[in-house]
């Protein structure tokens, strides 16, 4: 079997409660701790891997992120998923070809660009034709972004997951959707939803599968945290 057909089964016949946790490497040595951890699969978040590359969120160039992303796919044998944030401006072919020569299964995909929402029947063509290209190799997690951009509205959020299922996204990731909407997004989304969660805080991964989410994942807050710790421990060296 693939690694992308494993990567896809981990996605099926979730049950309430035991949603499918992928925690975010930013480098290959956090993916390798990740993975002897036991996780079946990893996410890249591209806000963590840009930290570690010395650059501002968003402005990693698509070479240095493509690159990081294959040194995490080498450092493991488990799947890996890469958030490559809005495509970088790549035909959807390219795209593609990118991230599958990463070595990548999967991949984040944002529907807006610095706070801005895309029009959704763009951005659904445009996913169709990343599906197009993908065929059955690239499992594609389709970001809607409503809530991190100040529209609080649960439907705004389910019409565009709508549109994106319909275009062949694999998965929705309603970011920033506040933990008691997730019911409704549960019960108005086909296929199925990637819920962020934070470390440490707020409901557990458990809890939100129990609400809807069909994974969990974590953004940067794994490299967040793990610089916070070693900024501690430098504190006590000096």
């Known amino acids: 079997m693939s690694e992308f057909e494993t990567f896809r089964r981990l996605h099926r016949n979730r049950l309430p409660g035991d949603p499918l946790v992928l925690p975010g490497p930013w480098d290959a040595a956090s993916a390798r701790v990740l993975a002897d951890a036991g996780f079946p699969a990893l996410a890249t978040p591209s806000a963590g891997i840009a930290a570690s590359l010395g650059y501002a969120d968003g402005r990693t160039p698509a070479d240095e992120m493509f690159a990081a992303v294959a040194r995490i796919v080498r450092a493991v044998d488990v799947p890996v ?20 020569d990463a070595g990548a299964v999967g991949c984040n995909l944002e529907d807006s660009v610095d706070g801005v929402l895309k029009d959704p029947h763009e951005h659904a063509d445009w996913l169709a034709a990343v599906r197009c290209a993908a065929a ?23 019409e565009r997951a709508a549109l994106y299922v319909a275009a062949g996204a694999d998965c929705v990731y309603p970011i920033g959707a506040p933990p008691q909407v997730l019911p409704l997004l549960r019960a108005g989304i086909q296929g199925p939803v990637n819920v962020g969660a934070q470390i440490g805080e707020g409901p557990s991964p458990a809890e939100l599968g129990a609400r809807g989410a069909t994974r969990v994942t974590f953004g940067p807050g794994l490299q967040r945290q793990t610089a916070q710790a070693l900024g501690e421990i430098a504190a006590r060296l000096r």
Do not use: K
């Not at 998923?81 to 599958?100: I, N």
């Not at 972004?145 to 100040?150: K, L, M, V």
């Open 81 to 100: 998923s890469a958030d490559v944030e809005g495509g970088y401006g790549l035909p959807p072919e390219e795209l593609v070809a990118r991230l599958l």
């Open 136 to 158: 059955d190799g690239l499992f594609v997690n389709a970001r809607v972004d409503t809530f991190a951009c100040g529209l609080a509205d649960p439907e705004r959020a389910i």
